[in-house]
């Protein structure tokens, strides 16, 4: 079952918009994962953030995690068509003593040119 | 490329058959980790080994095994194939915590 719960589902948005996804998870975490996918591809690391951490970024991306709410965001800005892909957050359980890596159910992102 | 090697790409089979994924992590890797997504279950998280040895079990069927070998690289044993393990399978390495370097999965067709 999926630790991560994003929301939107899917957003669609012009080119040069922002673009905003939420994650909502269940237990403690030791640290919060974004994970990019293109179709059908492999997914790929975008940024990772700690427990003790509240606000990362990373070129275009800005991360934030509010780990009273339970819930992380990522913002990506000035959004361009090649952003196309889907979302996912991956939380690793604070009560395993080691990483696993539970993934949510994703955030569909279509930037229009 | 991430460095993390499946093989092979896509497979076709049909119902009561065997199958074996194959997985090369990244040089240096210790954990390995395999993942099935399919659109009604999204990315499930299926077993993890570090280093030749199991560490954490997910959403694994009994009709599903793995091992990682001495050598590092893994391999995930699908039997009793059912139509509903149509999916795509991940392999994703990492050396210890922080980011998984995914490989670009093996796609499993049912028939």
């Known amino acids: 079952s999926q630790q991560g719960e994003e929301d939107p589902q899917a957003l669609s948005i012009q080119e040069g918009e922002n673009a905003t996804m939420n994650c909502s998870y269940k237990?403690?975490?030791?640290?919060l994962q974004w994970y990019r996918q293109n179709s059908g591809r492999g997914l790929v690391h975008l940024i990772l953030?700690?427990?003790?951490?509240r606000e990362k970024h990373s070129g275009r991306l800005r991360v934030t995690l509010d780990t009273s709410k339970k819930s992380s965001s990522l913002l990506i800005t000035a959004s361009r068509a090649a952003d196309t892909a889907s979302y996912f957050c991956?939380?690793?359980?604070?009560?395993?003593?080691?990483?696993?890596?539970?993934f949510g159910t994703g955030t569909r992102l279509l930037v229009s040119p | 490329d991430s460095g993390v090697t499946q093989t092979p790409k896509h497979l076709i089979t049909a119902t009561g058959q065997r199958v074996t994924l194959r997985c090369s992590p990244r040089s240096g890797d210790l954990s390995v980790y395999w993942y099935q997504q399919s659109l009604d279950q999204g990315l499930q998280f299926l077993i993890q080994?570090?280093?030749?040895?199991?560490?954490a079990k997910g959403n694994i069927l009994e009709r599903f095994s793995a091992q990682q070998f001495p050598d590092l690289h893994s391999e995930l044993n699908l039997s009793s194939l059912e139509l509903g393990d149509s999916a795509l399978y991940f392999c994703a390495s990492s050396l210890e915590e922080g980011e998984l370097f995914f490989g670009e999965g093996s796609r499993l067709t049912v028939l």
């Open positions: 080994y570090y280093n030749g040895e199991e560490r």
């Open positions: 953030i700690r427990s003790n951490e």
């Open positions: 237990t403690s975490i030791n640290n």
């Open positions: 991956a939380t690793d359980a604070k009560d395993t003593g080691f990483q696993k890596l539970v």
